[in-house]
């Protein structure tokens, strides 16, 4: 009776020594991305204010996916509170491509491409599809700390990206 309570004992004491779970090879190379990381002001280029709040992102699935979750105040031109959301993204490998699916609660981004620099940044582009809006997100690492982050739209018939939002995270420490 004494031996199965000692095993169950030694396999929680060695999940919880293991820690954060092992990026699989094919996310390996945006790592970079997990932790939690807060927003100064960021800019609203449609709206002419600003952005604040927090990204957590963390591995789960065993290392297979990538699980971002925010929230974001908004202030108008004058600094005043002008509303705010959560949003989600889950990010993950699929036959040699990266992809990511994002929603907030009203719009849904089905991400079907990535351009990856390891460790240096990741752009994220979702599909062309014909009368709707293209979009970009994209991250770029500045170590130790540091996460600049652009989002931006084609609109249909044009061949510019506009900007929506771009902002700086800081990695809490």
Known sequence: M?????????????SASAGTPRLNAELAGIGFLVGR??????????T????????????EANGAALLRRDHTDLFDAAKKPSGGFDQIMLIYPENGTLYADYSDGRHVIHYKSATVVA????????????G???????????????LNVTFGMLPPGQ?????IASGTLRKHQ
Do not use: M, R
């Open 48 to 59: 002419g204010g600003t952005s604040k709040g927090f990204s957590v992102v963390t591995v």
């Open 159 to 163: 061949s510019v990206f506009q900007p």
């Open 132 to 146: 709707a809006p293209t979009f970009k997100l994209t991250y770029e690492f500045h170590a130790p700390d540091t």
């Open 119 to 130: 460790g240096e940044s990741v752009t994220f582009s979702s599909v062309s599809q014909p």
């Open 37 to 46: 990381w807060d927003t100064g002001a960021g800019n609203v280029a449609d």
């Open 2 to 14: 004494k031996l199965p309570c000692i095993a169950i004992v030694l396999c929680a004491a060695s």
